[in-house]
C-alpha cells in the first residue's frame, strides 16, 4: 500500500503495485465472507478509500481515481465502502467551499 500512496512517482512500480492489489482482492472475493476477504477490505479498501480525505496534493487526482476504480473493480462490497467513502469526502469538502462563500 504504501507504494501506492507515496511512490506514485515511480510509474511502472505503481502501475504493478496496483495490478497485484487487484489481483489479490479479485481472488479473495471468490470466498465472500472469508477471513481473507474481510483483512483485504480491512486493510486494502479501507486504506484507499482514506486517500479521498488526504489533502495532499501530491498525489494527483487522476491517480487517486485510478487506485478508487481498480480496488472497488474487486467486488461489490468493496466498490460500496469506497463510493461510501467517496460521498463522505464529497460531503466534507462541500461543506469547506460552503463555509468559504
Do not use: P
Amino acid at each position: 500500500m504504501s507504494i501506492i500512496i507515496e511512490d506514485f512517482n515511480k510509474t511502472i512500480l505503481w502501475e504493478a503495485a496496483l495490478k497485484a492489489l487487484h489481483h489479490v482482492g479479485s481472488f479473495f472475493q471468490k470466498f465472500c465472507e472469508s477471513e481473507k476477504a474481510m483483512s483485504y477490505r480491512n486493510l486494502v479498501v479501507e486504506k484507499i478509500v482514506e486517500i479521498l480525505s488526504l489533502d495532499d496534493i501530491t498525489l494527483s487526482f487522476s491517480l487517486k481515481v485510478e487506485a478508487l476504480l481498480n480496488i472497488g473493480k474487486t467486488g461489490m462490497k468493496n466498490m460500496l465502502t469506497i463510493l461510501q467513502g467517496l460521498g463522505r469526502a464529497v460531503f466534507a469538502n462541500l461543506s469547506k467551499v460552503y463555509v468559504c462563500i
